[in-house]
């Protein structure tokens, strides 16, 4: 795994979690539909994106079993991950490679029995005391295969969340901050909602009434998308953020030329984002990497170089 991007690696992580929480293969749309546009795009670029992935995944020891559709699906591939068969004990890496997987599973939080195993399979450390998660995708989540189930068979489904009793019709899931969302259709509001799955209290139903998917719903404009959650914070605060000319042009892509405040001569650009809402906020730094610099609040920006130390002392046991 050496030279593998951040965003490749945390794909990979997202796929693995999908394909091993998932009794049942799922298709390429399905899966793209559940990780989202932002990790496989349209057309060919995204397909040769997942195949890129699924050979990274099998080259690290993990069996993905394919499975050839018949029906109306006929000739399509489905795949899925036997969680039985995962074992990773003849994979070999690197110090630096280790030191970069003890900080993946510190940062992506997918489920603390399954991660110490995956550390012990690796022959990794397991971390001791509070980890530093910023992404939660829990893979023994018992929401999550049911509400999945439910919207790749068109099923009504019924929970609690929030206190409330719902009743959805799921046109999908989504990740994104970093958390699962069942998207669709709430059939108590009659309006499109999203929820996130680790909210739902007590068991998912799968009633027997059926729906039809709106033709062409995006299943992306529903939730709020990354750079829309760093304000959902109780404090409306905002930082200022140096970027290096490398990435500014996709910073000012995500968040306008309105969001400069200061322009350098070297091409870098001071950018003011909200940063109340810490999590993503920090996520979507930590995807910058060495490009950004939080130059205020003081407050913001000890708490983020003290998260980045503990981190990577969390990544080092």
Known sequence: ???????????????????????????????????????????E?????????????????????????GGNQAGESSYRIDRRQLELSSVHFTSEERQALQLALAAVHIDAAWADRARLKLGLDVAEGETLAQAHLPVNSVALPVVTEAAQNSKEISFSY????????????????????????????????????????GKVKILDATFER????DIQAAVATDTEMLGEGAEPTMAHVLINAA???????????????????????????????????????????????????TDVREGIKNWLSDMQKDGAQ
């Not at 990979?12 to 989202?36: D, H, K, M």
């Not at 890129?52 to 080259?59: I, T």
């Not at 892509?253 to 870098?268: K, L, P």
């Open 1 to 43: 795994m050496a030279g593998v991007a951040r965003d490749q690696a945390e794909r990979v992580l997202n796929l693995i979690a999908l394909l091993t929480e998932n009794s049942q293969p799922l298709t390429f749309t399905q899966i793209r539909g559940a990780l989202g546009a932002n990790n496989y795009a349209d057309g």
């Open 45 to 69: 670029s995204g397909r040769a994106t997942f195949e890129r992935d699924k050979a990274l995944v099998r080259d690290m020891g993990v069996p993905i079993e394919m499975k050839t559709l």
């Open 162 to 201: 929030r206190g409330e009793t719902r009743r959805l019709h799921p046109y999908g899931v989504l990740g994104r901050g970093g958390y699962w969302y069942v998207v669709g259709a709430d059939q108590i509001r009659n309006a499109i909602r999203s929820f996130r799955v680790d909210r739902i209290e």
């Open 214 to 217: 709106p033709q062409g719903f």
């Open 247 to 297: 990435l500014a042009p996709s910073v000012l892509r995500e968040f306008g030329n309105e969001s400069v405040i200061e322009t350098r001569g070297n091409g870098a650009v001071v950018v003011e984002v909200p940063c109340g809402n810490e999590g993503p906020f920090r996520s979507w730094l930590l995807g910058l990497v060495e490009h950004a610099e939080v130059l205020s609040p």
